[in-house]
């Protein structure tokens, strides 16, 4: 392959990664009782990070490396004495997808078939999926084109394409509980007050030792090679979902049935991004997609949050700090701060 496809990865990164939106809705950090708040400035080196990210500087962002199926922590992963960003250049390495796809082109042709060609990425990723749509389309596109390089709208044509097929053809994660599977019993002050109480109690009980939110680690994994940063989010993931599951085991008054619904699925399904952030080495396209994700369900989280706090208002209940149930209640003015902080970063 000519080095063509690879002088335009870097639009093809910046293309990707401008569809992902991020704005912070990310409370159980540290337990109730300190939820964190992720500025814009944080999502912007975050972007910018994981499009340029290089560890062994080696020519290849390590989200290339992904789709080559070379080393990210290795100069020369198949030793052909230069480094592997040189031998993408040459036409040396191609991902395997293209062979995979039965692409023959003039400029890669000697290259196709070759078994001593790096594996695609992993068989059943998401990049897999990813890196099969893309380079098919690629070449059509290229084809299309009179073999000519494509302009940035082409390219930026040919990355929604992808992205909207493999969007298509994973489907949505599925609720963790329905309506009909939560025990709803009693209703009224006293009803209300236990239940604050009992959740209270589930949530202080899935604590961990993360000082930040999980956004913030991830920064740290990406460009301070931080490598207790995905430990850390992964133990967060753990917290949204042994808090999902622990609320869930809850019988929930019948005023509080729908906040209570939201809250579950948002903690679990925000569990399941995070651990997809994880994954960003062994499947790129994964993360990108739980970073496209991860808005709607912190945006769910703060909207249950802030239900809570008006069916309680609405019942005339006053919990005073310290007595049992008053910081699960008092969540509301935490998530309005976050809501305003993500409205500003929204306008940025």
């Known amino acids: 392959m000519s080095g063509g496809i690879h002088e335009n990865w870097r639009v093809i990164v910046a293309t990707i990664l401008s569809v992902v939106f991020i704005v912070g809705a990310f409370v159980l950090a540290r337990g109730v009782e300190s939820p964190q708040v992720a500025q814009a400035s944080t ?44 031998a993408v250049r040459r036409g040396l390495i ?21 078994p001593s060609l790096p594996p695609a990425p992993a068989d059943g990723s998401v990049t897999a999926m990813f890196a ?12 299309q084109n009179g073999g000519g390089d494509l302009s940035e709208a082409q390219m930026t044509d040919v990355i929604n394409k992808s992205i909207s097929s493999v969007s298509s053809s994973i489907a949505p994660a599925p609720d963790f509980k329905k309506a009909a599977e939560l025990s709803v019993a ?3 002050p ?41 430990k850390q989010m992964l133990s967060l993931a753990k917290v ?26 948002a903690l679990m ?54 007595t049992p149930g008053a910081s699960f209640v008092g969540m509301n003015a935490k998530v309005t701060a976050i809501r305003a902080a993500s409205s500003t970063a929204a306008k940025r």
């Not at 009803?191 to 680690?217: D, Q």
């Not at 062994?282 to 239900?307: C, E, M, Q, R, W």
Request: net charge negative; with cysteine.
């Open 190 to 230: 006293d009803a209300l007050k236990s239940f604050a109480a009992a959740a209270e109690l589930v949530l202080f009980k899935n604590k961990t030792t993360a000082t930040t939110s999980e956004l913030n680690y991830f920064k740290y994994a990406l460009i301070g090679n931080d490598k207790v940063a995905f």
């Open 43 to 86: 999502e912007t080196e975050i972007l910018k990070a994981l499009a340029t990210k290089d560890a062994d500087k080696d020519g290849l962002s390590d989200w290339e490396e992904s789709l080559y199926g070379t080393d990210p922590h290795t100069v020369d992963t198949f030793h052909l004495g230069m480094t592997d960003g040189e």
């Open 132 to 143: 099969k749509s893309f380079f098919t389309l690629f070449a059509m596109a290229k084809e």
């Open 240 to 265: 949204y979902r042994d808090s999902a599951a622990g609320l869930a085991a809850l019988s929930v008054p019948r005023e509080m049935a729908s906040a209570d619904l939201t809250l579950i699925n």
């Open 269 to 322: 399904h925000l569990s399941q991004c995070i651990t997809d952030l994880t994954r960003v080495d062994s499947d790129t396209v994964a993360t990108i997609l739980a970073l496209h994700a991860y808005p709607k369900y912190a945006t769910n989280l703060g909207a249950a949050f802030i239900a809570v706090q008006d069916i309680y208002a609405t019942a005339r209940i006053m919990l005073p700090a310290g």
């Open 94 to 114: 191609v991902p395997k997808a293209i062979t995979d796809a039965a692409m023959a082109t003039t400029t890669a042709s000697g290259a196709l078939g070759d």
């Open 186 to 188: 009693g209703e009224g």
